[in-house]
């Protein structure tokens, strides 16, 4: 007996160091707490116990908004501390919960100190797109006057590409319209410098087919669709124009849309009402450009041949990316506006629908334009489908699929992804559980030479225990969660099933369902060490509980409860030891 006192000792030891362990981490921060009264609860006694509370913490709960009067939201000043104590007070009773009123901060906010200054980025809603994909994995081709390296594009990745103007391998620009174009698809982001780009984790292939003064071939050009399709572009920018189709441009664009190849280009900057070329072809996708008020911008083409409307810019708000000055050749922030400004906006975020698995390029079109935000009267197709919508374009092209990042997200809101949520008490409180079945087993172990450990033995440890408590906090869409409460339960706590109470039943938080147990399965052969290690399982729960949290329905959570769960845990202990002693002499 002596030896049974000890090992009680030290389970009751385990208890007393988990619920002194402060934790690894926070759930979240917060500085006031919820209240939510019940409906049925009288206002007048909802009055009284604000009063009470107003007195006793020296801070006056207050409504959270004209809106919470019918829902009795109520907001006071706490910290952790205050809201064990409500929550362990008669007040809760009285409410539908108590909780800590978490701090929340925006998300996917770029820090580069000038993005507040792209007014076009939050106009297609980039914002949204980003908690999905920032388009790791695409290829961008930029066909343009080349693609210098200015600082905020030193973190965007890049591949090889070329001058086809000069006929050589470093395709850098000596205008600046390319770079700034690069800039728009893939500026470098969350960098603490400059702006931001829309595919900021896409790669750039740099592809130089425009002089330093800003004309170009067809030929090279053509040549240039060639090069991107047999080197592993997915998507092709092209923000050039005029007039005139030519054949070798035709046959070297559906070169690259048979290759899988999604080919996006500047609608004109003429005002008329069709668009130019290569924005023309059937399978070019041609943009046409919007100001910041989201109207047509004064020069941009219209009518026939566009497809989709996208920020451009105008006198009153230019698109601002970082390039290079063809007169200096040093780096500069600049302000551009054109259809030239457009297309790599519609060109970024078809890399963003690739990246999230669309790739067909006739596909990815049609994701554009379901997605776009219809303008209603638009009888001289202006907006073509409508106005670019990122978030809108990234979500249709998920819909249907299930997305490590919808994974993930959703172990980030449910707190499982911080240690804070489990150390601390969220779904299930990680170190009492584990503390439970390390007790268990430590009175199995001290109890060796009566027990042979079977998967019996080792069942009813977990079972009387902690049970499969990990299951408790998960949560399956639209189905019901009582298969989850209760498979997660250990055997005193499926009272709390039975009631939906997070209080232990007296019932079953006792000796008496181990006794019923051992009394039913003791001449099994092989059940009745389930039947022992499910006394040995509850008795560990049971002084760990008395310790941590000694809440019983009906007996609180005072000293009777304590008293009452220890006496118990004893009992159930001094049980399996006499079952086991039996077992040895028989």
């Not at 923000?239 to 189709?245: E, I, N």
């Not at 554009?368 to 979500?395: C, P, W």
């Not at 209760?486 to 939906?500: D, I, M, R």
Request: net charge negative; with cysteine; aromatic share 10%.
């Amino acid at each position: 007996m002596k030896k049974l006192a000890l090992l009680c000792l030290f389970v009751l030891g385990i208890g007393f160091a988990l619920f002194n362990f402060k934790g690894l981490a926070q759930q979240g921060e917060f500085n006031s707490i919820i209240l939510d009264f019940k409906e049925e609860v009288p206002i007048a006694r909802v009055s009284e116990e604000i009063q009470g509370l107003s007195t006793k913490y020296n801070r006056q709960p207050e409504l959270n908004s004209i809106f919470s009067i019918d829902d009795r939201i109520y907001i006071i000043e706490g910290d952790k501390k205050t809201l064990k104590e409500l929550r362990r007070s008669p007040l809760s009773k009285d409410t539908e919960y108590i909780e800590a009123n978490y701090l929340y901060k925006a998300l996917e906010v770029p820090n580069d100190p000038d993005y507040a200054k792209q007014w076009n980025f939050r106009n297609i809603n980039i914002e949204q797109a980003w908690d999905e994909t920032k388009g790791e994995g695409v290829t961008v081709a930029v066909i343009d006057t080349g693609v210098s390296k200015v600082p905020d594009l030193k973190l965007t990745k890049f591949v090889s590409g070329y001058d086809f103007v000069n006929d050589k391998d470093d395709a850098s620009d000596d205008n600046g319209h390319g770079t700034h174009v690069a800039g728009t698809i893939a500026q470098s982001t969350n960098n603490g410098y400059g702006v931001a780009g829309i595919a900021y984790e896409a790669s750039i292939m740099p592809l130089k087919v425009l002089s330093g003064g800003g004309g170009g071939t067809i030929a090279d050009i053509a040549e240039s669709i060639k090069f991107a399709a047999d080197n592993g572009a997915d998507v092709i920018n092209m923000s050039l124009g005029g007039g005139g189709a030519s054949s070798m441009m035709e046959e070297a664009i559906k070169y690259a849309h048979s290759k899988g190849v999604v080919i996006v280009a500047a609608a004109g900057n003429e005002g008329r009402n069709s668009s130019s070329y290569p924005a023309r072809y059937p399978d070019v996708i041609s943009v046409s450009a919007t100001d910041a008020a989201g109207e047509k911008a004064p020069y941009s083409n219209f009518g026939a041949g566009v497809d989709l409307a996208a920020p451009g810019g105008s006198e009153a708000g230019k698109i601002i990316q970082n390039t290079v000055d063809p007169s200096t050749g040093e780096s500069v922030f600049v302000g551009f506006q054109g259809t030239s400004m457009a297309a790599p906006h519609v060109a970024g975020v078809a890399a963003l629908i690739r990246a999230a698995g669309v790739e067909e390029p006739t596909e990815v079109l049609d994701v554009l334009k379901q997605s776009s935000r219809k303008v209603q009267e638009d009888h001289l197709n202006h907006f073509g489908a409508g106005h670019l919508d990122a978030a809108a374009a990234v979500k249709l092209a998920l819909k249907g699929k299930l997305t490590f990042n919808d994974f993930f997200r959703w172990l980030r809101k449910s707190g499982y992804l911080n240690l804070g949520f489990w150390l601390d008490g969220g779904a299930v409180a990680l170190l009492p559980k584990l503390g439970m079945v390390i007790g268990s087993y430590l009175l199995a172990w001290f109890l060796r030479n009566y027990l042979p450990f079977t998967l019996g033995l080792n069942s009813g440890l977990i079972f009387g225990s902690s049970g499969l408590f990990f299951l408790q906090g998960l949560y399956i869409f639209d189905l019901p969660q009582w298969p989850m409460r209760l498979f997660g339960s250990s055997l005193p706590e499926l009272g709390n099933v039975v009631l939906g109470s997070p209080n232990l039943n007296p019932i079953f938080a006792s000796v008496l369902i181990p006794f019923v147990l051992i009394a039913l399965l003791l001449a099994h052969p092989s059940l009745k060490w389930f039947a022992i290690g499910s006394s040995i399982g509850v008795s560990a729960c049971l002084a760990i509980s008395a310790v941590v949290d000694p809440s019983l329905w009906l007996l609180g959570d005072g000293a009777i409860a304590r008293t009452y769960l220890i006496v118990n845990a004893f009992l159930c202990l001094g049980l399996a030891y006499l079952a086991s002693l039996k077992e040895q002499r028989a």
